[in-house]
């Protein structure tokens, strides 16, 4: 059984469909696919197994993803982590630290800042550590979805401890303004987590420039395997020691047990190694091709509203609400447009997105709002064509 690839890398679409869902996922480059490859056959190895020549070529690959995970984030090389992808890296920095400083200070309280359009597994990690005494906010952004400094400044506590902040939302696009909340960080001495996921690949991510302490990143959505991330925790200026979320036999060094994976940390590493040499012009390719996409529909459809900035925003995501146009209406007009919605309706209850909420969109207006994302094989033809289809399905007054 061959995979039908094409010359540019493209899987073609059968269904002449339409992909516009990179923020969810993407598809693995074929290029990341031949170096994982050989990982699942003949290179079958335990990294751990330290004795024999299976066991080194397997560790081999994980050293060499290490170092170029690494070189994408301006880290070094032992400040990098494989884990299962960014759910576990984000619930790491929440719970790795909370429990670190327990045990090193039983009893003294521990305020935590996060923001109210978190990925939900900062979310949700945030609420549980409230269960274990933490002191949780999740701090308001403003309309267009960014967290302020200043906002921020003015939440800290003397016990204030930890800082989560995602650098790109998922749903919107906005970018947070990373550097500065790093700074304010380092000069108040307080651990600060960046959920990364939408960011690398997206935005120019340099751990020291940031000032960030721990940064989450995953395979899937940077053209990588699913199922793979790798987490990034400073080793000087400052030190910072966290706990382990799984106790096992002892691998990275202790802090995440578990065999490595090791196809899928070779393919995340050649997927960070191709981003390391193209992302600049991808990302003003895919940059030009929004602007296509955005321009021919606000042409079409002038009452619509581009979520999140205009210019601070990730080169991929195009976040649009239509006011009184629900997408659920026009979904049989949008078979061939793969995309996500604002809101969704589970056991007859519409739950809204909490990022559009946290915006300060209406229910009503959740309900009319899709996001739009684009990536390495978006062409102007598809973007021209998810621009017809969509303005047919929301020009109408039939919907
Ligand atoms: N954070 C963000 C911002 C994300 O977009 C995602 C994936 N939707 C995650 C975390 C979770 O990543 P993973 O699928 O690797 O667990």
């Not at 992808?85 to 619930?91: H, P, Q, V």
């Not at 923001?115 to 269960?131: D, G, I, Q, W, Y």
């Not at 960070?272 to 459809?301: D, F």
């Not at 062409?379 to 919907?399: K, M, Y």
Request: charged letters at 20%; glycine letters at 10%; hydrophobic letters at 40%.
């Amino acid at each position: 059984m061959q995979p039908e690839v094409t010359q540019a890398g493209k899987q073609p679409d059968k269904m002449d469909r339409i992909y516009l869902d990179y923020n969810a996922t993407t598809p693995l480059d074929p290029r990341v696919f031949d170096v994982m490859k050989p990982y699942f056959l003949e290179h079958f190895g335990n990294p751990a197994s330290g004795q024999h020549a299976w066991g080194w070529t397997a560790e081999a690959a994980v050293t060499k993803a290490r170092d170029q995970v690494a070189a994408l984030l301006g880290a070094q090389v032992h400040e990098v982590y494989f884990t299962s992808g960014a759910t576990e890296g984000n619930n790491w920095a929440l719970f790795g630290l909370f429990h670190q400083i327990r045990a090193e200070n039983p009893g003294a309280p521990i305020h935590v800042l996060t923001s109210a359009v978190e990925h939900s597994s900062v979310m949700n990690a945030a609420r549980a550590l409230r269960e274990l005494g933490a002191e949780v906010d999740f701090l308001p952004v403003n309309s267009l979805g960014q967290v302020e400094p200043d906002t921020v400044a003015r939440a800290l506590k003397p016990h204030t401890r930890l800082l989560s902040f995602i650098w790109v939302n998922n749903e919107i696009g906005s970018v947070n303004p990373i550097h500065e909340i790093g700074r304010l960080a380092k000069n108040n001495q307080i651990y600060f987590h960046t959920d990364a996921t939408q960011a690398v690949g997206k935005v120019a991510v340099d751990v020291d420039a940031a000032g960030v302490d721990m940064l989450t990143l995953s395979g899937h959505k940077i053209y990588g395997p699913k199922g793979v991330g790798a987490f990034y925790l400073r080793e000087r200026r400052p030190h910072v020691t966290i706990k382990p979320l799984f106790f096992g036999g002892g691998h990275e060094k202790g802090l995440r047990s578990g065999t490595v994976n090791v196809p899928g940390v070779a393919g995340l590493g050649a997927a960070c190694e191709i981003l390391r040499h193209e992302m600049r012009e991808e990302n003003e390719r895919v940059t030009g091709l929004r602007e296509r996409l955005w321009s021919r529909l606000q042409a079409a459809l002038p009452a619509l509203r581009l979520n999140g900035p205009e210019h601070e925003r990730s080169p991929i995501n195009l976040s649009l609400t239509l006011p009184g146009r629900p997408v659920d209406r026009a979904l049989p007009k949008l078979q061939k447009l793969g995309f996500s919605t604002g809101s969704a309706c589970s056991a007859g209850r519409v739950s809204v997105s909490h990022v559009l909420s946290g915006l300060g969109l209406s229910e009503a207006d959740a309900a009319c709002t899709l996001r739009l994302s684009l990536g390495r094989w978006t062409t102007a033809e598809e973007v021209d064509r998810a621009a017809e289809i969509l303005i047919s399905a929301f020009g109408s007054d039939r919907i």
